[in-house]
């Protein structure tokens, strides 16, 4: 899971956990709140009462019908406020207590303060409904819950923006990691980023970049400057070993040491011209000026290897859909890259074998060209390794070859920004070549 996905489902999920909590207590926190403010509200009613009296007199209150007692209701008899002669005085109290409203007992939220006037204690209880205190418990658990629900969305939004914002970063240095190709990638500049733990990594990223590429051009003028001044020695023994073969007076035996001692060489020759070919392609010393017609390029190279192909009695079949056309390619390489593979699947394949040829365009991906033969399965732990310099399959290609031919073979299509794949079975070896330059012309075949 990418670390961005892992953010947001974090931020989620306590999201989540924080509305639960919330929602749990809410009911709590709304009735304690509006509690609270009812009995806020009764204080303030007993304040204008007590002013009220000060003011009219008691006995204002304590009517002739009523001397000892008085009870107001309001309209709805939601509230009430009752006054009468107290035996002593008592603290103030404030309590959830039942009382008579319409003829029934409901509980009402009452305050009762006692107080002394002319030597005579008094009581008096102002009180309110639950109900109705409920109904504003109602009201403001619905504004609570709306206003944790929009909270909640709102910072959750803000939060997955932010997130995206500063996780952009990671996106650009992955995306300019995958833009490499080889070893040899163009310097990159600095990424514009205001978080310096990214400015660090991004960096550190393009120093290591910089020191790889610098250990390849090493690496690389090294192997170019070598093949190139060996190739001259060996160029001169060879020429050497081809006039001492010439002399009349040679006996058997040296003669047999010279053409094993040519063989050694024409062995290092091949290796040399190889390694100095790939070693100018990894400096794009080729150009790609060619239109390269693959039918073509495959009908050559076969044509090429018909004398082995015969040899060894194998039946090469052909099941290539359209003309795929290759632009901006080299042709020569392009050459050596198929009969490169081609000679493989003849040196590799067993006498009356096949091979086979086909290349088809499917739907929205590269034109794609498989070159199967009929040989020895390739045992799966060498696969990954195929395509090294100096890495053969010991027990399938044991007797012929450099190591050096499927090297070159990789190295032209990463010239080319081809896509190149090998699987092997009992049934034998596929090279699956995807050709993104490719081009489909009409007809089929």
Known sequence: MKLQQKLVLLTTLSKALMAAVLLLALPWIVETLALRHTDESLRSERQRVMRRIEQTGIESFLTEPYPDQKVHYDLLQDEFIDLRHAVRSQPDTVATLPRQQHGELVDFRVLRHTFQLKGQAYTVEIGKSIASVEDVYALLRSLAAYALAFAVLTTLLIELGVINFLLRPVDQIVERLRAVQGPMPPPLPPLHTSTSDFKYLDATIRRMLQKIRLVFE????????????????????????????????????????????????????????????????????????????????????????????????????????????????????????????????????????????????????????????????????????????????????????????????????????????????????????????????????
């Not at 390739?378 to 399959?393: G, V």
């Open 218 to 445: 090493q690496e690389r003028e090294f192997i170019a400057n070598a093949s190139h001044e060996l190739l001259t020695p060996v160029s001169i023994l060879q020429n050497r070993f081809e006039n001492m073969l010439q002399a009349e007076n040679l006996p058997e035996e040296a003669e047999q040491q010279i053409v094993t001692s040519q063989r050694t060489l024409h062995r290092l020759t091949a290796t040399l011209r190889t390694l100095l070919m790939i070693s100018r392609i990894e400096n794009e010393q080729y150009a790609r000026n060619d239109t390269v017609a693959v039918r073509q390029v495959l009908r050559e190279v076969v044509d090429e290897l018909e004398d082995r192909i015969a040899d060894e009695n194998l039946t090469v079949e052909w099941a290539l859909t359209g003309e795929p056309t290759i632009m901006a390619a080299n042709g020569s390489l392009l050459f050596t890259f198929f009969y490169n593979l081609l000679s493989n699947a003849v040196k590799y394949n067993h006498t009356g074998g096949q091979i086979r040829i086909t290349g088809q365009q499917l739907t929205g991906q590269p034109y794609m060209v498989q070159l199967f033969n009929t040989g020895r399965p390739i045992p799966a732990e060498h696969l990954p390794h195929l395509f090294e310099r100096f890495r053969r399959a010991s027990n399938v290609h044991t007797t012929e070859g450099y190591g050096l031919g499927l090297a070159l073979v990789r190295t032209i299509a990463q010239f080319h920004a081809f896509r190149l794949q090998v699987a092997s079975n009992e049934q034998g070896t596929t090279f699956t070549i995807w050709l993104p330059t490719a081009t489909l012309r009409h007809g089929a075949v």
